[in-house]
């Protein structure tokens, strides 16, 4: 039985992070699209740092789902959720630091 | 100018995958590499980005939160992560036609599952107290009431599951094409729920595949994935919205009339 996952502080969090993430992706485009010269730069630092954290979101996802499922001492998904933040962190390590 | 017809083609995309439990990817390659004239790795990598922009979205709002089945999610998307680093392998010894075709083939097979289901409701009538494993309750929005669902054939949900994994890195999609369909059609996974857990389920498929992408060099303008991101994210919003107003049998006939024209441009005119 699925039972109701109440909204954590994290998921709360999350909501805010992807705000952020428009905003700083918004930011970035903008001076790339209007300002040049020195603040290229700066630019390509905001969008590069916008599309990290948009990555980031949903391994925070999981860990939100893992903390919640621990505390609710159901191993079975908690594991599946563990399971797959190794996998991420194996691709990240295999493709981007061979 | 270019990042303006991303930006847009992003907005085309965000609304249909929220609609549909789609990631968008499905709508923003061919656009990007056929009306943009962009080469198809780089299309896929920024679609790859955009896909996961739509399912943070969409698994943060409250509406897809209160209808996704979360455990479900977590064992989807388990088995769909190791779907997609094995398909980063298998692209090294396939040639992109040969992705084109595969792709094309199983979205043609995918409507038609649909279009021959399209009056089916999984939804369980009369007081239910034990919806089983993997089961749940949600807001039915064509009748208001609280209905309840059981899974059934979880090996099919998780041998789709992990086919979709694939497709995500080989096409650069989210996969959700091929999840939505086969939870609905096959799993006893009523639509709104079938949408709502793939879109939780497609931002981890479509990590590998961004991931692999970035270390090939085909992220090469941010500047782009940026506008095909925030285009996902404003037609998002419009797309969650339009959704809750469609009827179940619409939401699967549209469903099956995009996969059948995307199916036609990869199978026929590239």
């Known amino acids: 039985m699925t039972s109701h996952l109440e909204l954590s502080a994290l998921k709360r969090g999350l909501r805010l992070a992807l705000m952020a993430t428009s905003a700083t992706l918004a930011m970035g485009l903008a001076l790339s699209l209007f300002v040049s010269g020195p603040a290229a730069p700066v630019a390509e630092a905001l969008l590069w740092l916008g599309l990290g954290m948009l990555v980031a979101i949903p391994v925070l996802n999981v860990i939100d789902v893992v903390l919640i499922e621990c505390r609710l001492k159901e191993w079975r998904f908690a594991a599946a959720g563990v399971t797959v933040l190794v996998l991420l962190a194996y691709t990240v390590a295999v493709k981007v630091w061979p | 100018m270019i990042v303006l017809f991303t930006f847009l083609a992003g907005i085309g995309a965000g609304s249909l995958g929220a609609m549909l439990g789609l990631g968008g990817g499905i709508f923003l390659v061919p656009v990007l590499n056929i009306a943009l004239d962009m080469p198809l790795p780089q299309a896929m990598a920024i679609s790859l980005v955009a896909v996961i922009a739509t399912s943070n979205f969409v698994s943060l709002a409250s509406a897809g939160q209160k209808s996704a089945n979360i455990r479900l999610a977590m064992l989807l998307q388990l088995v769909s992560a190791i779907g997609a680093i094995g398909g980063t392998y298998m692209l090294d010894y396939m040639s992109m036609r040969t992705r084109e075709q595969v792709f094309g083939g199983t979205t043609i097979v995918v409507a038609a599952v649909i279009l021959s289901r ?153």
């Open chain 2, 118 to 270: 399209l009056n089916q409701r999984n939804v369980l009538h009369g007081h239910v107290d034990d919806v089983g494993f993997l089961g749940g309750w949600f807001q039915d929005h064509d009748t208001g009431d609280l209905v309840a669902y059981r899974l059934k054939r979880v090996p099919a949900a998780v041998g789709v599951a992990a086919g979709a994994g694939v497709i995500s890195t080989l096409a650069g999609i989210g996969g959700g094409v091929l999840v939505v369909p086969a939870l609905n059609s096959w799993c006893g996974v009523p639509m709104r729920v079938a949408a709502a857990t793939s879109a939780v389920i497609l931002g981890v498929t479509a990590i590998p595949g961004v991931i692999d992408n970035f270390a090939d060099g085909h992220l090469t303008s941010p500047m782009l994935a940026a506008g095909g991101v925030l285009g996902v994210l404003v037609g998002s919003r419009a797309g969650f919205w339009i959704g809750a107003k469609v009827k179940v049998r619409s939401l699967k006939i549209l469903l099956a009339v995009i996969l059948i024209v995307v199916a036609s441009q990869y199978l026929f005119f590239k």
